[in-house]
């Protein structure tokens, strides 16, 4: 067994079986990129939410709330790229306990609030911080 390695390695990564692993008091942070029939999606006119729970669906309650930053300018490599990011204070002791968790990210158009773009879930293990 390694060290920080990922519990399946064949299984994408964020997913159940393959999680996004961070240690307690760590940044965590990853890049989406969004695509339209094959190509780069134009995210400008879109904002970010993310909340961390506990589980899935809306009973849960939200225990952190995600930066997510649609990159600017959306031309180029930027285009369709969105950086989320969970800041070290957040996922310190004791805000967050160890555990495993979820999250989804959804981009709104700024134009009508119920056009929607939201990826699958995603599965957050956050390992307890042994040094205080």
Do not use: K, W
């Amino acid at each position: 067994m390694s060290c920080c390695g990922s519990p399946n390695s064949d299984a994408a990564q964020g997913s159940a079986s393959n999680p996004f692993v961070v240690r307690q008091g760590s940044t965590f942070e990853f890049t989406l990129r969004f695509f339209r029939n094959g190509s780069p999606r134009d995210l400008s006119d879109r904002t970010g939410t993310a909340h961390l729970r506990a589980s899935p669906g809306l009973g849960g309650t939200a225990l952190a709330e995600f930066d997510v930053t649609i990159r600017d300018p959306q031309t180029g490599s930027g285009r369709g790229r969105v950086d989320v990011r969970l800041g070290a204070t957040v996922t310190a002791y004791p805000q967050i306990a160890a555990g495993d968790y979820v999250f989804d990210v959804e981009l709104t158009l700024d134009a009508d609030p119920d056009d929607v773009i939201a990826t699958d879930t995603f599965y957050l293990r956050l390992l307890p911080e042994v040094t205080l």
